[in-house]
Structures are given as structure tokens and as C-alpha cells.
């Protein structure tokens, strides 16, 4: 009996270890990454501010950047509405989503789309999640987000659809936790974007001004093609070689925008 006891609690007292510093192999805190150039964080709070100053963010709504010195690791703002935050507010995460550094912070609850998606994505540095009302009448629709203009070209033959309910019924729409979020990562697929059902989309980037610029474009194109659907007449998509070029001459001049966007975004 008393071998048995003895055994339980030492199966608890690993899983309370586990739940402390879940990736530490010791069981103690886990270490950070280390820092990262400031440049990189004027970026991620250039992007919560481009972003918000478009109406794709609002009070909700989040950007996340692989950690440059640690694939298995991101940063991303506590859960503040994306507009006000700082670097003070940057927290690092893990890929399970939990914060190494949290020291009070908050982390927002549907942060498992970004840790999952890092994992299922070894190409993708950068992950927004938003809500925009533009994408939103996508999601519920039968009819496609597809590119016909060349800025929309990433979208490629259109965007996924995540559907929460063919994975877990009923719910209140949220990604949050691991299961919901490695969905989402499945149905995003190789993908630039995943559209969320009754929800919002998650956007992906080799980098931070690659993402916003998805972000930007997917943003614009789901509102021209409402505007292109009004004229009542059928419409003309791009052909995948013709994003295929697009891209080819698009991709090499993101930083234009991009220096433009974040200069605005930061006051200097
Ligand atoms: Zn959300």
C-alpha cells in the first residue's frame, strides 16, 4: 500500500512539475531564447499598428514572429489590444504556447494558432490572426476568396476554410487549445492563409513584412471582390501561372511597402 502512495505521489509531483515548465527536460524554469535585435520588435510593433491602422486588427486580434535564434520559439505581445503594445508587453512562448517569460503578463488565449501553426510550418516566421469584416463573409459563404488582380496573386488557388465544428461541435468559435489549434495548422495546409468559419483567418509570412503584406492584399482582395461582384457580370480569376509570375516579380519588392508602412506606423 505504501509503495502504491509512494508511486502516486510521485506521478503527481512529476505532472505539477510539468504543468510549472512544461518544456524544461530538469523541471525547472524553462530558459529563454535569449534576446533578440530591437529591430525585430520595432517590426512586430510596426505590424500590430499597420495592421490596426487598416481595420484588419482592432481591439483584438494578434502578430506573432519565430524566434531568429530559436525555431521552437515565438514572441508575441501579451494580450493587449494590438495598438498598445510595447516591447515591454513582448513575451516568448514555446511552441506548446506557453510563455516562458510571462512575469504576470497575460498571454492571449487563442495563441495556440500561432504555436501550432510554427510547428506544422517550418517556412512560416510569422503568424497574424484577425478578424477583419471584410474576410469574415468568406468564411460563412459558399463563394471562394480567389485572386484577380497581381497583388493577390500569393492567394494561389484560393484560401482553406477552417471549420471548427467538424472538429469539435459546438464551441465558441475561440482556438483555445492545442487540439483546436493544430486543426487550424491542417486545414492551413501549405497555404498562405486559412480562412475561420463564422470567425476570422490566420495569415502566414516568410517574414513579418511578408505577412502583413498577405494580410494588406488578402484584405483588399476579399473587399473588390464583393465591389467586382456587384457589377453583376462574371468574373476572371487568375490563372496559377499567372500568380506564379506575379509573385516572381512581387516577392523582391515587399520591402518597398513594407520601409513605407512601418516608418508611418513608428513616427520616424
Ligand atoms: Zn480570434
Known amino acids: 500500500m505504501a509503495h502504491i502512495l509512494h508511486r502516486a505521489f510521485s506521478i503527481l509531483a512529476c505532472a505539477c512539475r510539468a504543468s510549472v515548465a512544461p518544456n524544461s527536460p530538469a523541471g525547472g ?18 505590424a500590430n499598428r499597420i495592421l490596426t491602422e487598416r481595420g ?8 506573432s514572429v519565430r524566434h531568429p535564434g530559436n525555431a521552437q520559439r515565438y514572441l508575441m505581445s501579451r494580450s493587449v489590444a494590438p495598438e498598445l503594445a510595447t516591447a515591454a508587453d513582448i513575451m516568448e512562448h514555446d511552441l506548446d504556447s506557453n510563455p ?3 512575469r504576470g503578463r497575460t498571454p492571449f488565449l487563442e495563441r495556440f494558432i500561432h504555436g501550432e501553426i510554427y510547428k506544422a ?8 490572426h484577425s ?7 468568406f468564411g460563412v ?13 500569393f492567394l494561389g488557388a484560393g484560401a482553406p476554410i477552417f471549420e471548427i465544428r467538424n472538429v469539435a461541435g459546438m464551441t465558441d468559435l475561440l482556438v483555445r487549445n492545442p487540439e483546436l489549434g493544430r486543426a487550424l495548422a491542417h486545414s ?24 502583413v503584406y498577405h ?8 473587399r473588390l471582390s464583393v465591389e467586382a461582384k456587384m457589377l453583376g457580370g462574371n468574373i476572371t480569376y487568375l490563372e496559377p501561372e499567372e500568380c506564379r509570375l506575379a509573385m516572381a516579380t512581387i516577392t523582391g519588392t515587399m520591402s518597398r511597402p513594407w520601409e513605407l508602412w512601418k516608418r508611418k506606423a513608428l513616427g520616424r
Open 100 to 102: 516562458i517569460d510571462a
Open 141 to 153: 459563404s459558399d463563394v471562394p476568396l480567389r485572386p484577380f488582380f497581381h497583388m493577390g496573386a
Open 56 to 63: 484588419i486588427l482592432d481591439g483584438y486580434g494578434h502578430v
Open 121 to 128: 510550418r517550418p517556412d512560416v516566421n510569422a503568424v497574424i
Open 215 to 222: 494580410a494588406v492584399y488578402l484584405d483588399v482582395t476579399a
Open 131 to 137: 478578424h477583419s469584416p471584410a474576410i469574415v463573409p
Open 29 to 46: 524554469p524553462a530558459a529563454s531564447a535569449g534576446p533578440v535585435d530591437s529591430n525585430l520588435i520595432d517590426d512586430l510593433i510596426a
Open 188 to 211: 492551413l495546409a501549405d497555404k498562405p492563409v486559412v480562412l475561420m468559419r463564422g470567425h476570422g483567418s490566420a495569415i502566414t509570412g516568410a517574414s513579418i513584412p511578408n505577412a
